[in-house]
Nanobody, 115 residues
Framework: QVQLMESGGGLVQAGGSLRLSCAAS????????MGWYRQAPGKQRELVAT???????NYADALKGRFTISRDSAKNTVYLQMNSLKPEDTAVFYC?????????WGQGTQVTVSS
């Protein structure tokens, strides 16, 4: 089992920045990919960015250049730096860990961007 704890969400004005954190615990050695997803009200959950154990990253095309995913392997933590935030970025952001054919999700953290 893998447990994920997200933090760092909140309310920010348009143009501002936030950094989300996702700390993994439990069977972390089985994790091969971690990532961030988001779900806006009335919309489906969508990919934001992923990062592999080797450090390879993947981003949703629309978010490239504004969002950056990174990791601290020693802390089993993945970060999402979000810059130039827009009201349409308002969503619940979820951390996901995948490995050994299993997916684990965090409880989500709310990000609200005011205009």
């Amino acid at each position: 089992q893998v447990q994920l704890m997200e933090s760092g969400g909140g309310l920010v004005q348009a143009g501002g920045s936030l950094r989300l954190s996702c700390a993994a615990s439990g069977s972390v050695l089985f994790i091969s990919v971690m990532g961030w997803y988001r779900q806006a009200p009335g919309k489906q959950r969508e990919l934001v960015a992923t990062i592999t154990r080797s450090g390879s990253t993947n981003y949703a095309d629309a978010l490239k250049g504004r969002f950056t995913i990174s990791r601290d392997s020693a802390k089993n933590t993945v970060y999402l730096q979000m810059n130039s935030l827009k009201p349409e970025d308002t969503a619940v952001f979820y951390c996901k860990a995948s490995g050994m054919s299993r997916d684990y999700w965090g409880q989500g953290t709310q990000v609200t961007v005011s205009s």
